[in-house]
């Protein structure tokens, strides 16, 4: 099936209505630029949101094809500067919590990104958040959490969460969920979309790496049938609780009394 087929199928089957605001998380790469492409040419409702992590060349080049895609698609496009709103670029915020914490650094980024997305959301009143996740993503995440014993943790993936169900929560919905990575790259390639190609300086996850490795030497029927079995497999699964509380620091939605992102801060009261 074509990559637009896919999609709308998964927009009708989540019920994505026309004219509920749709905020789409752009990177500048080329997943969430198609994710807003698609979105537009169907005549979604959307609006772009972009955070500018301040890691100099890097960034300049994904805000520049950023502005110039909002601009085609004539949408408004709301940018959150890292270094204005929490005083240090995303370099600077990961270093600064790598020397207390070993983590890795797309497991710091991507906490602060959710909070920062989340709460943008809300503030700006928009119904859904839309990231550019793609099945490759998917298919990696689903196989980590495997291996590392907590299956569980992919219990509420799918193409819109199926978690948190709370007023303070902005819903994630994932239009390319089903759509493979090289079809989307085709697509981006072929649309002549702007897009920062390279990938993020800072990505060194080595473990997804690898697994990402491996996914690529199976065909891509078989890649689909990973997340095809994975809803499958984890439906059978005990979801985790999903009982929700506030953040006693910063009064954002959360599991435990502090939410992930002011754990990793460290921020006091
Ligand atoms: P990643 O975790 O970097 O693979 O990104 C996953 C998704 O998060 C992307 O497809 C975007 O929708 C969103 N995203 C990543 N980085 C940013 C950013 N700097 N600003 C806004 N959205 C982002
Ligand atoms: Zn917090």
Wanted: aromatic share 8%; glycine share 4%; hydrophobic share 35%.
């Amino acid at each position: 099936m074509e990559i637009s087929q896919k999609v709308k199928q998964t927009l009708s089957k989540i019920k994505i209505n026309k004219k509920e605001r749709i905020l789409v998380a752009l990177s500048g790469g080329k997943d969430s630029t198609v994710t807003a492409y698609l979105l537009k040419k169907f005549g979604y409702n959307i609006e772009g949101f972009h955070i500018d992590l301040g890691m100099g060349e890097y960034s300049e080049k994904c805000l520049k094809a950023i502005k110039e895609l909002c601009d085609d698609l004539k949408i408004k496009l709301y940018i959150y500067d890292i270094k204005k709103e929490m005083g240090s670029s995303m370099c600077y915020l990961r270093s600064a919590i790598q020397s207390r914490k070993s983590l890795k650094n797309c497991a710091i980024c991507g906490v602060i990104k959710k909070w920062i997305m989340n709460k943008e959301a809300r503030r700006l009143k928009v119904s859904k958040i839309a990231t550019g996740h793609n099945l490759d993503d998917e298919a990696q995440t689903f196989l980590i959490n495997i291996f590392k014993g907590s299956p569980e943790l992919s219990a509420n993936s799918g193409a819109i969460s199926k978690n948190m169900q709370d007023k303070k929560f902005v819903p994630r919905i994932k239009p390319l969920f089903y759509v493979l990575e090289n079809d989307i790259r085709k697509f981006s390639k072929k649309e002549k979309l702007p897009v920062v190609y390279e990938s993020c300086p800072c990505a060194l996850d080595s473990y997804r790496i690898q697994v990402r490795e491996f996914l690529n030497t199976l065909s891509e029927k078989n890649k689909e049938n990973i997340i095809k079995n994975s809803q499958k497999i984890l439906s059978k699964i005990k979801k985790k609780d999903t009982k929700i509380s506030y953040c006693k620091i910063c009064g954002e939605p959360a599991r435990k009394n502090i939410c992930k992102k002011c754990e990793l801060m460290e921020i006091k009261n």
